[in-house]
């Protein structure tokens, strides 16, 4: 078997890999950094995010009240020592993006614009735009090309962490276009895959999606965080799920029902008088309690909304978000200069992760990090607010690529390497038995299977029946899923092979979700229940911590901590 | 909504069983909304398991999905099945290599991509505390269009002069290293000289325009191989500096 | 492409489908690659008339009336349309890639975009112009 070495191992190549792999280089000017990643980085779902970046840019604007957005829009369940971390580094993370290339608007007077973003009090969010995150990825890995250090393995699906006496050292991977495990052992491993959101069937999320690293660290004994908490974004397009940016909203767009009215404004949804700048938990539910009420449009993929922007007139909309226009009129044929746009909430972002403290360093197994939106450190809390979640990849991607440098060169012991060497050939066997497997079930079926069970059971709103009938599910999904059969054997780009294991991947993370909706019995940010409808801080003002265990998953809680902001009700 | 069979005919190449590509036939039940993609798909799920190909976003940005529809090199997430007729025929980018079925062979496309160096370049670099450099719209606009590529490929699939010089740098990342070029925070042009206006470089490239028709985001790279064209000869000349970093 | 050994057998790129001559595109860029051809030929031609005129006035008459065979007069038209359509599509790219710049810091580009085939025209007939005027026929 091929063994490769490195100093960091980075698993995963968009905003957040991105960002760490660059910051180990110039932490040190020796070290050396495998960057293992299923896709090209610049394919990353990094480029997928829209609206832009929040960072404290203006005089009307401090560090205090960017904090406070944000612990408000979590409901109190991030953690505000991090999120002090979080808020003073964002800007600064911006504007060294900004040094490195990515073309920001700009004002007349040559700095960066800012926009309005859901949640946020003040202008604060940089953008390009109305394709940030696909600048900043590119940007991103433009950079990272000047870098030698910088090895990539693109295309390389991670398999398993290689985990000995509690200490992480490297990870088996196995290279799609030739089917072959491969060894890649470091001092460190950096987790930065992204989230999961194809657990769900409606999504803005990319195929690619599928909480690899999640999966990866659970299965290591890491805990997964918060994992009740997923995003439902309040305007994503019927039938795809494709992502039509809270810029539109942000730029002064408008929610209508099926009578033109303003809903948010016009009935009480506790979004308060900046309506459609509210964030995204609120106004997700505002649109479904709007469809119970009958005031949706029909539409053939259920109810939807309007999102009106024929106001802002062509000029703003092509200046501002083009790229609104280019999706409407591309995938439902509506030039929203003249038509709204039909849109409904979608599945959209995991507040929860990989547990991990400040520097990205997972409790409970030394040498592994992670960042990006596959940890939960937790600036997010509850519901994340739009545009943190950029900054949130570059902040906690740096802290990790240099926590990871230092973790690395305080000369942890070598041990010996047969150990991990061996888990990697026990991965390989794995992976030939797979290849070769004959089963019942089909790939695709189950997958489908559990998309319905999670939409059923962890939607925007939950109850105690539905959500135990979705675990159900998911545990009797995880026992079809041993008997799943594999039609093609081959070696060569065998994604049907990569499909297999990230349905694996998925079936862990869902049921993470699940175990974790089905035990907080309150309502907080975008967790809501019809049975339990208000926030308990007495039981409930704490992390949930999912653990894997061979028998089923145990749950856990910690607290939350609380520096100088003492939770308030969420009003807006 | 009712579904539509419809007939694909797929190039199919599976090294270890075939040794040249072959079409094959599928029948679709085909949404009316659905793009080629969502047929590709289908086929995996539940018609052919085999068959291999790239896919991420399924919205017009992550650039995975590029392929030949028709002869036409698109991004098969944003060409919608109604909008062809009769038999439609998927075969992987051309000018590539074909690793399996509709993957073809990128490390040679992104080798290329890096050649150009296509980050920022400066005698100096500012400190991140020292706030952000000052660029006015006008500036920005400069390069803009050349800044939204998202290297999906197409332009090299469609290139004529690539069919016949392999080497050629090509369009995508001509048009990269023109956008740093053009960035008023670079200073690096002297670096990418080299590799932009080498042996492989713009000059191979004979104005088919190719890569502009098929570029789905409008990027417009025979403008920028043309206008890098007229800068690298004012610069040879000396007409224009060339701006290094050393 | 220029890859050294791949890791696995490939099938070889193909080239861009139905090149070169299946779409209009595609044959407009080959005859735009065929102007190249004719306007070799009318240099030539041009080359050879100014070493008749070096031999003396018996070698230019023979010059003269060579240029009146119909053969010639065929493929002198055929050079002058090439020599046409080229300047058109050179002045087509022309247009896309002059980009204006006023002192030191570029403005936008600007492209030549506002010169349509009106402007294309004009410059070329005051070309034609200037050459008539030089060689006296006007």
């Known amino acids: ?470 675990v159900d599910s998911v545990r009797q999904l995880k026992g079809r899923y041993a008997d799943i059969g594999i039609g093609d054997s081959s070696r060569i780009f065998n994604t049907e092979i990569v499909q297999a294991l990230e349905l694996g991947n998925l079936l862990d993370v869902a049921e993470a979700v699940a175990v974790g909706a089905l035990a907080r019995r309150e309502s907080r940010g975008a967790h809501t229940r019809r049975d339990y409808p208000e926030r308990n801080d007495a039981d409930y003002l704490r992390h949930s911590l999912v653990r894997f265990a061979a028998d089923g998953p145990r749950l856990d809680y910690r607290d939350v901590t609380i520096t100088r902001w003492q939770p308030q009700e969420r009003k807006y | 909504m009712e579904t539509q069979t419809r007939k694909f005919e797929i190039l199919r190449y599976r090294p270890e069983e075939q040794s040249e590509p072959e079409f094959r036939s599928y029948e679709v039940p085909c949404m009316p909304d659905w793009v080629v993609l969502d047929a590709l798909n289908a086929i995996k799920d539940d018609i052919d398991p085999t068959l291999s190909h790239r896919w991420s976003c399924r919205m017009g940005v992550c650039g995975s999905c590029g392929m030949l529809v028709n002869g036409r090199p698109v991004l098969t997430c944003a060409a919608f099945v109604r909008d062809y007729e009769g038999t439609i025929r998927v075969e992987p980018l051309s000018n590539f290599p074909i690793v399996r079925d509709l993957v073809v062979e990128l490390d040679d496309f992104v080798h290329k991509i890096q050649s150009v160096k296509p980050w920022i370049v400066r005698k100096l670099e500012k400190d991140v505390e020292q706030g952000e450099y000052r660029q006015s719209p006008a500036q920005l606009e400069e390069f803009k269009q050349f800044s939204m590529c998202i290297n999906c490929a197409l332009c090299y699939a469609a290139c004529p002069v690539l069919a016949s010089e392999p080497d050629f740098v090509g369009p995508a990342a001509i048009a990269l290293g023109h956008r740093y070029n053009l960035d008023s925070r670079d200073e690096g042009n002297a670096e990418r000289y080299d590799a932009m206006h080498g042996h492989n470089g713009v000059w191979s490239c004979s104005y088919a325009n190719e890569c502009s028709q098929v570029c789905p985001k409008h990027v417009d790279p025979a403008m920028a191989v043309n206008q890098a064209k007229l800068t690298g000869a004012l610069q040879w000349t000396g007409i224009l500096p060339k701006k290094s970093m050393t | 492409m220029s890859e050294n050994a791949s890791p696995t057998p490939v099938a070889p790129a193909r080239p861009p489908s139905g090149f070169p001559l299946a779409h209009a595109r595609y044959r407009n860029y080959v005859l735009f690659a065929l102007t190249s051809v004719f306007m070799f030929v009318g240099g030539v031609g041009l080359l050879l008339g100014v070493r008749a005129l070096g031999q003396g006035p018996e070698a230019w008459a023979q010059y003269l009336d060579a240029l009146g065979h119909p053969a010639v007069l065929a493929l002198s038209l055929a050079v002058f349309g090439f020599s046409v359509y080229f300047t058109l599509r050179w002045m087509w790219i022309g247009r896309k890639i002059m980009v204006g710049r006023v002192g030191p810091v570029p403005g936008p580009p600007i492209p030549m975009a506002g010169l349509g085939l009106g402007g294309i025209a004009l410059c070329f007939a005051t070309g034609i112009g200037v050459l008539l005027l030089l060689g006296g026929v006007l």
């Open chain 1, 1 to 470: 078997m091929e063994v490769i070495e490195h100093d960091i191992l980075l698993v995963g190549g968009g905003g957040a890999g991105l960002r760490a792999a660059i910051a180990a280089c110039e932490a040190s000017p020796d070290v050396s950094v495998g960057m293992v990643s299923k896709l090209y980085p610049m394919r990353s779902h990094t480029v997928s995010a829209e609206g832009g970046a929040a960072g404290v840019a203006r005089d009307d604007d401090s560090l205090e009240l960017h904090i406070q957005d944000t612990l408000k829009g979590s409901d109190y369940l991030a953690d505000q020592d991090v999120v002090e971390v979080f808020v003073d580094a964002a800007h600064k993370e911006l504007t060294q993006l900004e040094h490195w290339g990515c073309p920001w608007s700009r004002e007349p007077d040559g700095r960066v614009s800012v926009r309005f973003f859901g949640g946020m009090s003040v202008k604060r969010t940089w953008y390009a735009t109305d394709k940030t995150g696909f600048h900043m990825l590119h940007t991103l890995f433009q950079t990272s090309l000047k870098y030698d250090r910088i090895v990539r393995y693109d295309e390389y699906f991670a398999t398993r962490l290689l985990v000995r006496d509690g200490v992480c050292r490297g990870v088996a991977a196995f290279d799609l276009r030739t089917g072959e495990v491969k060894c890649f052992l470091g001092r460190a491993v950096i987790l930065a895959t992204g989230g999961g959101g194809r657990i769900f069937p409606f999504t803005t999320n990319a195929a690619v999606k599928t909480g690899d690293g999640m999966s990866l660290a659970y299965r290591a004994g890491v805990a997964l965080k918060d994992m009740e908490f997923v995003q439902y974004h309040p305007t994503g397009l019927p039938g795809t799920g494709i992502l039509i940016t809270e810029a539109s909203r942000g730029e002064g767009g408008h929610l209508k029902n099926k009578h033109g009215e303003r809903f948010l404004v016009e009935y009480d949804y506790g979004v308060g008088d900046r309506a459609e700048l509210g964030p995204r938990d609120m106004i997700s539910r505002a649109e479904i309690l709007e469809f119970e009420a009958g005031r949706g449009l029909r539409g053939p993929y259920g109810d939807y909304v309007h999102l009106d922007l024929r106001h802002l007139g062509e000029q703003k909309i092509d200046q501002r978000i083009p790229f609104v226009r280019e999706l409407a009129r591309n995938y439902v044929g509506i030039d929203p200069v003249w038509e709204p746009i039909p849109v409904r909430p979608v599945v959209h972002y995991m507040m929860g992760g990989v547990d991990t403290d400040v520097d990205g360093a997972t409790p409970g197994v030394e040498g592994l990090y992670a960042a990006g939106e596959v940890a939960c450190v937790s600036i997010n809390g509850a519901n994340r607010l739009g545009s943190n979640s950029l900054p949130e990849c570059l902040v906690f991607g740096k802290r990790s690529g240099e926590a990871a440098v230092a973790y690395a060169s305080q000369g942890a012991s070598e041990g010996p390497r047969e150990a991990l060497v061996g888990q990697a050939q026990a991965e390989e066997a794995r992976l030939d038995a797979l290849r070769h497997k004959v089963g019942g079930e089909k790939i695709a079926q189950i997958r489908r299977e559990l998309n319905s069970a999670m939409e059923q059971g962890c939607g925007v709103f939950r109850e105690e029946d539905s959500m135990a009938a979705c």
